[in-house]
């Protein structure tokens, strides 16, 4: 079992950056995939990004308002964490950040696939 803390949120103006981090409890770490996914108010949960177990494989939302190119995601199995470089915030990346972790995962971008979540931290960018 893991249980995932998110950290890192805040109120920033548009063009500004934050990182979010989520740590892990767990020796088992390492062998999960973790996924970044946001939701705004009044909207459905939505992928950002993922990264697999060891590093190898990263992925990144392809939606209209992509956070590719301005959203980095990676990983240290040794301190049991993952973390979402973000930059060139705008207003319409204001939403609660969750972490997300799963085993094996086929489909990364599905939410139904991952099994624990945790508590989510707000970020808010103001223009």
């Known amino acids: 079992q893991v249980q995932l803390v998110e950290s890192g949120g805040g109120l920033v103006q548009a063009g500004g950056s934050l990182r979010l981090s989520c740590a892990a409890s767990?020796?088992?770490?390492?062998?999960?995939?973790i996924g970044w996914f946001r939701q705004a108010p009044g909207k459905e949960r939505d992928f950002v990004a993922a990264v697999t177990e060891k590093g190898r494989n990263i992925y990144y939302a392809d939606y209209a308002d992509s956070v590719k190119g301005r959203f980095t995601i990676s990983r240290d199995n040794f301190r049991n964490s993952v973390y979402l470089q973000m930059n060139s915030l705008k207003p319409e990346d204001t939403a609660v950040y969750y972490c997300a972790a799963g085993l094996g995962l086929r489909s990364k971008v599905r939410a139904v696939e991952y099994d624990y979540w945790g508590q989510g931290t707000q970020v808010t960018v103001s223009s």
């Open positions: 767990g020796r088992t770490f390492s062998t999960y995939d």
